[in-house]
């Protein structure tokens, strides 16, 4: 069984920075390709950042030299550093890991998702 378990959300002023943390526990190997994601009050949920398993990483072009995505593969963990953070990027955040299991298959994740809220 696996569980992802996303923290660091919170409110910011405009220009703050939050880091935002996913920790995948259960019976897992590696992870493979992670994302993050955001969905702004009625908007569709966007990619914002993603890593390959050899560390390749792409960015939306609204978060370009202001985010970084990063992993820790002892922690199973993937975090997402949010710098220079304005009002439009406001929204709730999600990570999305591809898992290999003990069973050595590989699947989709979702974490629960965090709220991030950047004042004006």
């Known amino acids: 069984q696996v569980r992802l378990v996303e923290s660091g959300g919170g409110l910011v002023q405009a220009g703050g920075s939050l880091r935002l943390s996913c920790a995948a526990s259960?019976?897992?190997?590696?992870?493979?390709?992670a994302g993050w994601y955001r969905q702004a009050p009625g908007k569709q949920r966007e990619l914002v950042a993603a890593i390959t398993r050899g560390g390749s990483v792409n960015y939306a072009d609204s978060v370009k030299g202001r985010f970084t995505i990063s992993r820790d593969g002892a922690k199973n963990t993937v975090y997402l550093q949010m710098n220079s953070l304005k009002p439009e990027d406001t929204g709730v955040y999600y990570c999305?890991?591809?898992?290999?299991?003990?069973?050595?298959?590989?699947?989709?994740?979702w974490g629960q998702g965090t709220q991030v809220t950047v004042s004006s």
């Open positions: 999305n890991l591809d898992l290999m299991t003990r069973d050595l298959r590989v699947n989709a994740y």
């Open positions: 259960g019976s897992i190997l590696s992870i493979n390709n």
